[in-house]
């Protein structure tokens, strides 16, 4: 079979492969479409410790059942969940299955998607219906992180004015979740003339542009004096997460989803004095995976707009032009 393998930083082909051989209740899926994520990204440029070569990377996929097992029939049209939990460790008992102890993640742990075909543990598949297309069912997981980042943000302040850094597919997904969700205003930060571009033409309230002062400013008087009440960085460096304080209210919150840098100094004295909730958020749990496919099949979330397709074949071309911005979507989705 074809896949796009990679092999080191910076390295990845396009090559043959040996068909995979499923274990017991596992299924093997011909994958219709896979997403390109950051992590991936980062994973490419060897600055991710999880991920190790050689690789199949590719996590967000969509597929046919063409070797079944369990209660699913050959020929059904699936997704996957990608991250597989014990069950057993006190995270799981608490129903915290995104912070197992012994989780493993597909792509990461084990082969991913970026492949023909692809052989999964049966209980992480989920139907989807005739309606939904493979292209927009490959959002499920990263919508479910947006989702419950975004939700578990705008918490303590349900209708606040909320400025998301990053326009890559989280920043926008997180973007579109919180207008679904009541904000009262929408911004959206990014240091790419190609993202902010895409960004305008996507209806929020604001694409600003992070590295101007002129253009902050101009986003905190569009807000009529409230300012910002959430800020999500769904970047995750030293200088995302400084902005992040920068402009958040008082008393407002910081959601940290982004995972650029490991480690970053923070003014943490100021951040006691203004009583600023400092989160983080990582993957989902199996109702938020559920709840951004519901989205997904409503329509309430498109891929319109701000997505693009390439086939298989292109995907090394397409992580190298990703990794110099020459890419003006959010989301890069292989067809397989």
Excluded at 209 to 214: E, H, K, R
């Amino acid at each position: 079979m074809k896949a796009v393998m990679w092999t080191g930083p910076e390295q990845m082909s396009f090559i043959d492969l040996a068909l995979p051989e499923p274990k017991e209740q596992e299924v093997v899926i011909k994958v219709s479409h896979a997403g390109i994520c950051g992590s991936d990204l980062e994973g490419y440029l060897g600055h991710n410790s999880l991920r190790h070569p050689p690789l199949l990377m590719g996590h967000e996929f969509a597929g046919e059942i063409i070797g079944a097992a369990a209660s699913f029939a050959v020929g059904e049209r699936v997704v996957v969940n990608p991250l597989i939990h014990c069950g057993t460790c006190p995270r799981c008992v608490r129903a915290q299955y995104n912070l197992c102890d012994r989780r493993q993640i597909i792509g990461i742990h084990r082969p991913g998607a970026y492949a023909e075909q692809i052989t999964v543990p049966a209980a992480q598949v989920v139907r989807i219906q005739d309606a939904l297309s493979y292209r927009r069912a490959a959002l499920t997981e990263p919508l479910a992180c947006s989702l419950r980042a975004t939700r578990r943000a705008m918490a303590t302040v349900p209708f606040g004015n909320v400025a998301i850094i990053g326009g890559g597919a989280i920043g926008l997904l997180c973007a579109f979740t919180a207008r679904l969700l009541g904000a009262g205003k929408v911004f959206v930060l990014d240091n790419n003339p190609l993202r902010l571009e895409l960004v305008s033409r996507m209806g929020f309230d604001g694409a600003v542009d992070s590295t101007s002062d002129a253009s902050l400013a101009a986003m905190k008087q569009a807000t009529n004096g409230k300012g910002i009440d959430i800020v999500i960085d769904a970047a995750g460096f030293s200088v995302t997460r400084s902005l992040a304080k920068a402009i958040v209210n008082a008393g407002g919150t910081i959601m940290n989803i982004g995972l650029g840098s490991s480690e970053s100094p923070l003014p943490i004295n100021d951040m006691i004095r203004c009583e600023t909730n400092v989160l983080g958020s990582f993957c989902y749990t199996p109702q938020d995976f559920a709840d951004a496919l519901e989205l997904l099949t409503d329509g309430k979330v498109t891929e319109e707009g701000w997505t693009t397709e390439k086939p298989l074949e292109e995907g090394p071309r397409s992580f190298q032009r990703l990794v110099k911005g020459e890419i003006g979507y959010g989301k890069i989705i292989l067809a397989v």
